[in-house]
C-alpha cells in the first residue's frame, strides 16, 4: 500500500476533482470549485504527512525521478511536463473571455438603522407589519397582496415566485427566487420592507457592487400594499419571516 | 538550590523574592511615571484639538497596532497562569516532578511578557490621549473610578505574579499548598484586571448607564452592559488557547534547537502539554462567540447583521479557513504523535475515515454564503444561489459540521491516549462497543438535526444547534467516563519515545500559535469595527478622517503585519527567558 | 543553531501571514464612509424637514432652555404647542408663517404679552440657525400646531446657509450650546445681560475660571448682580475645559483642554506620591530582610 502512496494521492485528486467537475448541477462557481480544490489538496498532502511512513512512500517517487532512478523517458515526460502543465494552467487563466466580470456581492446587505419612504423617517428596528396584528383579516390582505404582486412583482420574480418571471433572465443578478431557503425566509420582515420600499438605489456601500435592477417601489406603490404584497410572498412561496422573539413565528403559519 | 522542602524561614530566598517584587513594581512605577510626564507633555505641547493625527500610520492605525499588541501580549500573561497553575496542581496531584517543572517552565515565560504588556500598555494609554483627547476625556469622564481600581489591580497582578516566580522553589514540598493559593491570586486578579478592561471595550460597542444626552447616569450600568459578560468570557477561554498555542510554539522552538535528546523529549512533551491545552480551551470558543453574536444582534440587529450578514461578513470566510485549518493542523499533529507511541499504529486504519469526515467538514464550513460567480455562472445556477451548494452556505449546515469535526478531533485524542496500551478488563469488548455507540449516537443526532434544521424557521433553528452542542459534550463525557476505568490497569506496549517525532510536526504547532494570533487579530478588528463611524456606538460619532471603514485587504494586511511584530516581540522575550533559564 | 531555527521558523511564520493575507486580497474590497451631515436643501421633503425641526429646537437651537413643545418644559418663553394656531392673529398684516418667521428672525418685533424681552435672533449666536434651518423650525411649529405646513426652503435659503455654515472652536460652540452667549457677549456676538468674556481670561487665570463654572458664587464681576449666574457644575468636565480652553486662546494664553481634564492631572501627582511611598516600604523591607540574612550567615 504504502508503495502507492504517489499514485493514490494523484489519483484520489483527480477523481475528486472530476467529481466536483462532473457531478455537481448546475455546475458550481470556478471561485467555489477554486476553494473546495485547494482544501482537498491541502488535505491529501497532510494526509500523507501525517504517518512517516507514508510521507516516505509519497516522497519516493518524485526523489527517484529528480535522482534519476527512473528509465529516461520517464524523467523527460516528468521534467517537461511540469513546465507544460503550469504554462497551461497559466494560459487557461490568462485567456480572455466573454463572460461578464465578477459579481462580489453580500447576499443580505446590511440595512440602515432608518431610511426614507415618502418623506417620512422609519427606524427599521422597531419596524413590523401592521396588517400582522389583525389575524382574522389576514387571508384578506394576503389575496388583495397577491393582486398586487402580480401587478408589480410578477414580471420578474416570477409565477412561482422562484425569481424566473418573463423579464428576469435579462437581469444580472436575477432576481430573489423567494422559494430558497437563502433569500426571504432568511429575513425579517422589516428588512424585506426596506429592501422593497428602497430598491436597488438604496442598496449601501458594503453591499457593492450590485447592479440591482430593484425598482424603487414607494414611488409607485403605498406603504400598505408594500406590506401586503409582502405578506403574500411569504404566504405564496410558504416560508415565513424571520424572527427573533419567540413565539411569533407561528403567526404565518396556517 | 534546596527544592525538597528544607529551606530555611528566611535566608537568600526572602532577599531574593522581595528584590525581585520590588524590581517589578518599580519597573510599573516608572512606567506610569513616564506616562503621566509624556501624557502631560504632550496635552501641554499640542494644540488643543477634537482629534489629531499623527503622521506615517495616521490615528487609527497606529492605536489599532499597539492596542492589538497590547492585547495579546495582556492574552498571554493572563491565559499563562491560569495553565501554570492547574498543571502545578496536576503535579502536587500525582507528585511527578515533571509536571512541577513543566509548570515552572510556562511560569519562566511570564517575566519578561508582563513588562511588554506593561510597556504598551502605557504607549497606549498616551496615544489615546494624545490623539484622541475628546473621546478619552469623554470615556474617562464615565470610566474613572475604574480606572483607579485598574491601576490598584495592576500593581497587585505584577506583585503576586512575582511572588509566585520568585517563591516556586522555597514553597515545595508541604508549603506547596501555599504556593497554590499565590497561584491562584495571580489568576483573581488577573481575571479581574481583564474584566476592568472589558468594561470600557463593551461600553463602546453596546453603551449603557448613560442619558439621552451621554451623561453618565450609573457607572455599574455601564460596565455590565450587554456585551461585557459574554466578552469576558470569550476572551478568558481564548486566553487560555491563546497561552498553551504560544508555549507550544516556544517548545517546538525549543525542541528545534535542542543539542540532546534528553532536551528534545523535554520539548516534546512541554509542546504536547501546551497544543492539548490549546485545543482543549479553543473547542469551547465558538459556542462562547454564539452567545456573544447574540448579545450583539440583542443589542442592535443592524450590527448584528453588519458583522454576519453585511460588509463584514466577507471575513467570516477567513475565520471559517483559519478554524479549518486549526483542526486539520491538531490532528496531523496527534496522528504524527502516534508515530512515538509503540503499538500506536494499531490505530493507522482510522485516520482514512477521520481526515476524510475532517475533509467534507471543512468543505462544508468553507462554502461561502454569498458565492462569488460570474454573469454566465449565476444564469447557470439559477439565481444568486445555488441550488445544491446552497444549503451548504447556511448556519445549520456549518454547525454540523464544526460539531462533526470536533467529536472527530475529540476521537483523534482519545486514540492517541490509547496509544500505547491494551485494556485488560474483562468487560473490554462491551466497553469498546459503548464508547463507539455514544460516538455514533451524537454523530446521528448532530446530522440528524442539521438536515432537520433546514425545515424550521429560524428562531427554532437557533436552538438546534444547542441540542447538538449538547449531544456533542454528552458524547464525550461518557466516552471519558467509561475510557478510564477501562484502561485502569491496561497492559502497556512499550514507552512513549517522546522526542521521537518528525521536524514537521513542530511546525503543526507553529502553525497553532500563528493562526491562533492571526485569528486573534481578525476577530478583534471585526469587533472593533462593527461600530462603524461610532466610537461608541449609536451615541459618540467618530468625526475623524479615520471614520471610515477600510477595505477588507488593507485591514488583513495590517493585522498580518500585527501578527509579525508581535512574534518578533515574542521570539525577544523568549531569547531572554532562554538566557536567563541558562544562567540559573 | 539557534539563530538558524529561528530564522526558519521566521520563514515559516511569514509564509502563513502571507497566505492569510493573500486570501484576505481575494474578498471583495470597498471602503464604506459615514454618513453625511444632513443638509437642507430646497428638494428636502416637507416630513423630513419637520423631523429637522424639531432636532434643532432640541439640539442646536436651543429653545427648549426656556420654551416647551410638550406637557413638561420650561416657561420662561411661551408654549410653542399653540404658537402656529396663535400665529395669524399676532400682528395685523402677517400671516402665520410669516409671523412665525419674523419672531424667530427678529424676536424683539413682537412681544408676546406677558413675556419679557428676552430672546436673541434665532439667526445670531447662540442658537446661531441658518436661514434653512429657521424655515425647519418653523415647519415643525406649524406641524406641532397643527395648522398645514406652508413653509418652503428656496435654492436662496439653502446657499445662504451654506455659506453660514463656517468651522467654529469646539468650546465656542458648547458656550452656544449651553446658552452661556445668551447673556455673556463672545467675539461680539452675544447677550448684554452679562459681562463681554472676549478678553477675560486676561483677568482670571484658567483655573479661576473653571472655579466659576462650578461655582458661580466664587465672586462676580463688578457691576453686575450677584447669584444670576446658574451653576455649570452639572456639564461634563471636558465641555467645561473646552469652555475654559476657547476663553483663555481668545487672550492669547495657551490653556490644555485635554491635558488638564485627563484623570491622570488631578490625582496624578497624588497617585504617584502613594507609589512612591510603597516602593519605599518595599525598598525598606529588602533591607530588614538583608540584614536578617547576613545576622544568620554570621
Not at chain 2, 466610537?535 to 494586511?557: C, F, K, P, Q, W
Request: charged fraction near 15%.
Amino acid at each position: 500500500m504504502v508503495r502507492w502512496t504517489f499514485a493514490l494521492a494523484l489519483g484520489l485528486w483527480l477523481a475528486v476533482f472530476a467529481t466536483l467537475r462532473l457531478f455537481i448541477i448546475p455546475p458550481a462557481p470556478v471561485s467555489v470549485l477554486t476553494i473546495y480544490m485547494t482544501l482537498v489538496t491541502v488535505a491529501i498532502l497532510l494526509f500523507v504527512m501525517a504517518n512517516e511512513a507514508r510521507w516516505q512512500g509519497f516522497l519516493a517517487p518524485p526523489r527517484a525521478v529528480f535522482a534519476g532512478r527512473v528509465s529516461r523517458p520517464v524523467q523527460v515526460t516528468v521534467l517537461a511536463g511540469l513546465p507544460i502543465l503550469v504554462g497551461f494552467v497559466a494560459h487557461l487563466r490568462l485567456t480572455p473571455t466573454w463572460d461578464a466580470p465578477f459579481e462580489p456581492r453580500v447576499v443580505h446587505p446590511q440595512p440602515p438603522s432608518s431610511f426614507t419612504i415618502q418623506g417620512r423617517r422609519i427606524e427599521l428596528a422597531a419596524l413590523t407589519n401592521p396588517l400582522r396584528s389583525d389575524p382574522a383579516a389576514l387571508d384578506q390582505r394576503i389575496a388583495e397582496g397577491k393582486t398586487i404582486y402580480y401587478r408589480n412583482c410578477f414580471f420578474c420574480h416570477g409565477d412561482a415566485l422562484a425569481g424566473d418571471g418573463p423579464f428576469a433572465q435579462v437581469f444580472r443578478p436575477l432576481p430573489a427566487n423567494f422559494r430558497d431557503v437563502g433569500t426571504i425566509s432568511m429575513l425579517q420582515e422589516s428588512f424585506v420592507f426596506w429592501r422593497v420600499a428602497t430598491g436597488g438605489p438604496g442598496l449601501p456601500k458594503g453591499a457593492t457592487p450590485w447592479h440591482s435592477a430593484m425598482p424603487v417601489w414607494q414611488q409607485f406603490l403605498a406603504e400598505e400594499e408594500i406590506w401586503k404584497a409582502i405578506l403574500f410572498i411569504y404566504a405564496g412561496s410558504g416560508s415565513t419571516p424571520r424572527t427573533w422573539e419567540e413565539g411569533t413565528a407561528d403567526v404565518n403559519r396556517h | 538550590m534546596g527544592v525538597d522542602g528544607g529551606v530555611p524561614a528566611s535566608g537568600p530566598w526572602l532577599v531574593r523574592t522581595i528584590t525581585g517584587v520590588w524590581k517589578g513594581v518599580f519597573k510599573v512605577s516608572v512606567m506610569l511615571a513616564m506616562t503621566y510626564l509624556a501624557a502631560q507633555l504632550l496635552s501641554a505641547a499640542l494644540p488643543a484639538a477634537d482629534y489629531r493625527s499623527l503622521p506615517l500610520l495616521g490615528n487609527r492605525t497606529a492605536v489599532w497596532i499597539v492596542a492589538e499588541l497590547h492585547l495579546m501580549f495582556a492574552a498571554f500573561v493572563l491565559g499563562v497562569p491560569i495553565f501554570a497553575l492547574i498543571t502545578e496542581i496536576i503535579g502536587m496531584a500525582t507528585r511527578e516532578r515533571r509536571y512541577d517543572d513543566l509548570a515552572r517552565e510556562f511560569t519562566r515565560l511570564l517575566a519578561m511578557a508582563y513588562t511588554l504588556t506593561a510597556v504598551l500598555g502605557c504607549v497606549l494609554l498616551v496615544l489615546f490621549l494624545a490623539l484622541y483627547p475628546k473621546f478619552t476625556t469623554y470615556m474617562s469622564s464615565i470610566f474613572k473610578p475604574t480606572w483607579l481600581l485598574y491601576l490598584v489591580l495592576i500593581f497587585g497582578e505584577v506583585i503576586v505574579a512575582y511572588l509566585y516566580w520568585y517563591t516556586w522553589d522555597a514553597l515545595q514540598g508541604a508549603r506547596k499548598r501555599w504556593h497554590i493559593l499565590i497561584g491562584l491570586l495571580v489568576n483573581l486578579w488577573g481575571t479581574a484586571l481583564l474584566f476592568v478592561a472589558d468594561a470600557w471595550v463593551t461600553f463602546m460597542m453596546s453603551p449603557a448607564g448613560i442619558d439621552e444626552a451621554n451623561n453618565p447616569t450609573s457607572l455599574w450600568a455601564a460596565a455590565t452592559n450587554l456585551t461585557w459578560m459574554p466578552i469576558n468570557i470569550h476572551r478568558l477561554l481564548a486566553n487560555v488557547a491563546f497561552g498553551g498555542a504560544i508555549a507550544a510554539a516556544y517548545a517546538a522552538f525549543r525542541f528545534l534547537a535542542a543539542d540532546s535528546d534528553e532536551e528534545r523529549a523535554r520539548f516534546d512533551w512541554m509542546g504536547y502539554v501546551g497544543s492539548f491545552i490549546a485545543i482543549g480551551a479553543f473547542i469551547p470558543l465558538p459556542f462562547a462567540g454564539y452567545w456573544l453574536g447574540r448579545e450583539i444582534y440583542q443589542f442592535s440587529e443592524q450590527m448584528g447583521v453588519s458583522m454576519m450578514g453585511g460588509g463584514f461578513s466577507w471575513l467570516w470566510i477567513l475565520q471559517a479557513m483559519i478554524i479549518g485549518s486549526l483542526f486539520f493542523a491538531a490532528n496531523v499533529y496527534l496522528w504524527l504523535g502516534m508515530g512515538r507511541i509503540p503499538g500506536g499504529e494499531r490505530y493507522t486504519r482510522f485516520q482514512v475515515p477521520m481526515m476524510l469526515v475532517l475533509t467534507l467538514g471543512f468543505l462544508v464550513w468553507a462554502t461561502p454564503r454569498s458565492i462569488i460567480a460570474t454573469g454566465a455562472e449565476m444564469a447557470a445556477m439559477g439565481g444568486s444561489h445555488h441550488p445544491f451548494l446552497g444549503l451548504f452556505g447556511v448556519m445549520a449546515a456549518k454547525n454540523t459540521a464544526v460539531n462533526l469535526m470536533i467529536l472527530t478531533t475529540f476521537l483523534s485524542f482519545m486514540l492517541y491516549r490509547r496509544g500505547n496500551r491494551v485494556p485488560t478488563v474483562s468487560w473490554t469488548l462491551a466497553g469498546k462497543a459503548a464508547q463507539s455507540l455514544a460516538i455514533l449516537i451524537a454523530a446521528g443526532v448532530v446530522v440528524g438535526y442539521g438536515v432537520y434544521s433546514y425545515f424550521v424557521p429560524s428562531i427554532v433553528r437557533i436552538g438546534f444547534s444547542l441540542y447538538q452542542v449538547a449531544a456533542v459534550l454528552v458524547a464525550m463525557a461518557v466516552f471519558v467516563a467509561i475510557d478510564i476505568p477501562l484502561l485502569k490497569g491496561a497492559r502497556e506496549i512499550g514507552v512513549i519515545r517522546w522526542g521521537a517525532i518528525p521536524e514537521r510536526a513542530q511546525y503543526a504547532l507553529f502553525f497553532l500559535a500563528i493562526s491562533f494570533t492571526w485569528l486573534m487579530g481578525l476577530m478583534g478588528y471585526i469587533r472593533s469595527g462593527i461600530r462603524q463611524y461610532w466610537h461608541i456606538y449609536g451615541r459618540v460619532a467618530d468625526e475623524s478622517a479615520n471614520a471610515y471603514t477600510m477595505t477588507h485587504g488593507d485591514a488583513t494586511l495590517i493585522v498580518s503585519s500585527i501578527v509579525v511584530v508581535f512574534f518578533l516581540l515574542v521570539s525577544a522575550v523568549f531569547a531572554m527567558a532562554l538566557r536567563d533559564g541558562r544562567k540559573v | 543553531m539557534l539563530l538558524r531555527t529561528f530564522l526558519r521558523i521566521f520563514v515559516f511564520v511569514l509564509l502563513v501571514v502571507g497566505i492569510y493575507a493573500y486570501v484576505g486580497q481575494l474578498v471583495p474590497q470597498f471602503e464604506e464612509h459615514p454618513p453625511k451631515k444632513k443638509v437642507i436643501t430646497a428638494q428636502t421633503g416637507r416630513k423630513e424637514l419637520v423631523a429637522i425641526g424639531q432636532e434643532l429646537l432640541r439640539g442646536k437651537g436651543g429653545c427648549l432652555i426656556c420654551h416647551k413643545d410638550s406637557e413638561t418644559g420650561n416657561t420662561r418663553g411661551p408654549d410653542l404647542r399653540q404658537a402656529a394656531v396663535h400665529a395669524p392673529t399676532r400682528r395685523p398684516g402677517l400671516d402665520g408663517e410669516a409671523y412665525l418667521l419674523e419672531s424667530l428672525r427678529d424676536p424683539e418685533a413682537f412681544l408676546v404679552e406677558g413675556y419679557p424681552k428676552m430672546m436673541s435672533s434665532a439667526l445670531k449666536p447662540p442658537a446661531n440657525l441658518t436661514p434653512a434651518e429657521v424655515k425647519a423650525v418653523v415647519a415643525y411649529l406649524q406641524s406641532l400646531g397643527g395648522v398645514e405646513v406652508s413653509t418652503v426652503v428656496t435654492e436662496d435659503d439653502a446657499a445662504q446657509s451654506q455659506r453660514a455654515a463656517k468651522a467654529v472652536h469646539r468650546g465656542r460652540a458648547l458656550m452656544d450650546q449651553h446658552a452661556c452667549t445668551g447673556c455673556h457677549k463672545v467675539e461680539g456676538e452675544g447677550g448684554d445681560a452679562a459681562p463681554d468674556l472676549t478678553r477675560v481670561a486676561e483677568r482670571h487665570p484658567p483655573a479661576e475660571l473653571l472655579r466659576k463654572l462650578n461655582d458661580p458664587a466664587a465672586w462676580t464681576a463688578p457691576g453686575f448682580d450677584a447669584g444670576i449666574m446658574p451653576s455649570f457644575a452639572e456639564i461634563p468636565e471636558g465641555d467645561r475645559q473646552e469652555i475654559v480652553a476657547y476663553l483663555a486662546g481668545l487672550s492669547g494664553i495657551a490653556y490644555s483642554a485635554t491635558g488638564a481634564a485627563s484623570p491622570w492631572s488631578h490625582e496624578g501627582v497624588r497617585l504617584g506620591m502613594i507609589i512612591l511611598i510603597a516602593n519605599i516600604l518595599m525598598l525598606t523591607a529588602l533591607a530588614w530582610a538583608r540584614r536578617r540574612e547576613r545576622r544568620e550567615v554570621t
